[in-house]
């Protein structure tokens, strides 16, 4: 899945997280997704995209987070996290919601993931 826009260094990347992944036993189409991903955001933190998402640029760099928000461990995933995945799942009343709040709504509504209110 390298796209043209990646230099020679970030397919490299892209191919060195994708085997790791899949040495771990992640199907192949899970492997290519995170790690098309983790360069995409990598990009965007070095100003090498186009358009950048906030996340991408104030979360923590994904190689020093080293799965602190996979959804387990202390924190668990950020309230951006969160109220972003709520705003796709139209979860009402998102915005004034707590971290805890939010994380509680996701649960209740865990089998309701495809209704989108945008």
Do not use: C, F
């Amino acid at each position: 899945m390298p796209q043209r826009s990646w230099s020679a260094k970030r397919e490299r990347q892209y191919d060195h997280i994708k085997e790791g992944l899949l040495d771990r036993g992640r199907p192949e189409e899970t492997a290519e997704e995170i790690a098309a991903r983790t360069v995409n955001k990598e990009r965007a933190r070095a100003g090498e995209a186009a358009t950048v998402s906030r996340s991408s640029i104030d979360d923590i760099s994904s190689g020093r987070r080293g799965g602190l928000r996979s959804h387990e461990g202390s924190g668990g995933r950020t309230k951006a996290q969160l109220l972003n995945e709520a705003r796709q799942r139209g979860i009402a009343g998102r915005s004034s919601m707590s971290k805890a709040q939010l994380d509680a709504a996701l649960d209740r509504n865990s089998g309701s993931r495809s209704s989108r209110a945008d």
